[in-house]
């Protein structure tokens, strides 16, 4: 359940939406907080502090109509300026990336402010009377309105500084990489040669594990696979004496009818089992980081990509990616991958998982930029002295063994590819590099 309300918090922090409404609803309480203290102020002890507004019924209403239309003018503006951002960074960087500007707490803040402002000043607004009768004038709400034209201006100004830089290619990949960063923290905590070994744990299945399961498919279903409460089905999978056996994991998409899990022994099964197996899994439109490290990893790829296709031929922006991800793989490669196998207090099979390992990342972080950039030698060399710096810090001889494929391969179509010799020879010595790396730390 925790990592299902984590997967719908994080749905609702990459929406527009979600913080100017907050902010809003606050403005609504605060203006109904000021009016009521409003409502207990002398007149008298107004015009006494002198930093407290203290004009006339006819003054009041002018000031807070005046704030009132410049801030939805304003958030017009505002709002205009940041479609027009996304539009650009949709075609420069690629649509997948609009999601690290939908979490950009900076623009969500200053459309809140302005909504807020100019709801605030309404809603006092409707407060005022200047009659023969009665007269109220909300001194203090009036001059909470003005304070908030201030801010306005304040954000106005943050907001013409921060759009320019939000779609500097340099800060947009930097902010990527960081997201990939605090997901190798978050869903590989431990280091790499901290874990102790724990025998007798059988991790074969049962002999007629694949004849009497019982099979899981999605229904009324489909889309992503955001997250998965592997914690919910390891419970589950103890309490019903089962074996739960993952047949996807986060990042897949998975159409309606198609096999999500298997159970065994399929008899213990039953229906309402099985359904509260399918509530483990959350589903959506799109792929997001919560669960998914190799997500931030196609972001990078994908701008990497794109930069070096013919249109844009930006060589600078891919090596800039392909540091990033290089700096990714070795706080990977540091990190203790967590087995696919999940066992009870009694050291009993319960739950079988597909997760993401270091050789799946770095295919998904090398293979493609390899096949798009071999006809750059720049790109190319950048490739090879990233993964000689990866190499030099991976402790296992099984990420160090797929590295060493992939730079032969960077080597095999860089040379196919080059036409001076010299620049042969300067990736040759490249790929020796990776090897001397991959020697010394043996």
């Known amino acids: 359940m925790k990592v299902l309300i984590s997967a719908w918090l994080e749905r609702l922090r990459t929406s527009y939406w979600f913080v100017p409404t907050l902010m809003a609803l606050s403005a609504t309480g605060l203006s109904f907080l000021t009016v009521h203290i409003d409502t207990l102020i002398k007149a008298k002890w107004v015009r006494s502090t002198g930093w407290i507004w203290a004009g006339g019924a006819e003054g009041a209403r002018h000031v807070l109509a005046t704030i009132a239309g410049s801030t939805i003018t304003v958030t017009g503006v505002v ?159 103890t309490e019903n004496d089962l074996i739960i056996r993952l047949a996807v994991r986060p990042g897949e998409f998975v159409a309606e009818q198609m096999l999500l899990a298997e159970a065994w022994p399929g008899a213990k099964a039953n229906d309402q089992l099985m359904a509260q197996i399918r509530e483990a899994f959350y589903f959506g439109r799109q792929r997001t980081p919560s669960q998914d490290v190799e997500y931030c990893i196609d972001q990078l790829v994908e701008v990497a990509v794109r930069a070096l296709s013919p249109g844009i031929n930006d060589p600078f922006t891919a090596l800039s990616c392909i540091d990033w991800l290089g700096a990714g793989l070795i706080r990977l490669a ?33 293979n493609k930029i390899r096949q798009y950039g071999s006809k750059s030698i720049a790109v190319v060399l950048g490739l090879l002295a990233t993964v000689a710096r ?53």
């Open 79 to 237: 709002f205009s300026v940041t479609i027009v951002a996304l539009t650009l960074a949709s075609s420069q960087f690629g649509p997948r990336l609009l999601r690290n500007f939908m979490d950009d707490h900076g623009t969500q803040t200053v459309l809140g402010i302005f909504v807020s402002t100019f709801l605030y000043c309404l809603l006092v607004l409707r407060t005022i009377r200047g009659t023969d009768e009665t007269t109220f004038v909300p001194y203090l709400s009036v001059t909470c309105g003005i304070v908030f034209a201030v801010l306005s201006v304040g954000f106005l100004i943050y907001f013409i500084h921060h759009i320019p830089s939000s779609i500097l290619a340099e800060n947009l990949i930097a902010r990527v990489a960081n997201e990939l960063q605090e997901g190798i923290d978050r869903l590989y905590p431990e280091k790499a040669g901290m874990e102790k070994p724990v025998r007798g744990r059988p991790n074969e299945l049962p002999a007629r594990f694949d004849l009497e399961t019982k099979s899981l498919v999605a229904q009324k279903s489909h889309g992503f696979v955001q997250v998965i409460a592997a914690e919910d089905l390891l419970k589950l999978a």
């Open 390 to 442: 990866v190499v030099a810090h991976a402790p296992r001889k099984e990420d160090r063994d797929v590295l060493l494929a992939h730079a032969r391969k960077i080597r095999d179509d860089g040379i196919a590819q080059a036409l001076d010799a010299a620049d042969k020879e300067e990736i040759e010595k490249r790929f020796r590099w990776v090897e001397s790396n991959a020697k010394k730390a043996e």
């Open 334 to 366: 540091g990190r203790k991958i967590p087995a696919s196998t999940r066992y009870d207090d009694k050291q009993n099979l319960r739950l079988i998982t597909r997760g993401s390992t270091f050789a799946g990342c770095a295919d998904t972080a090398l």
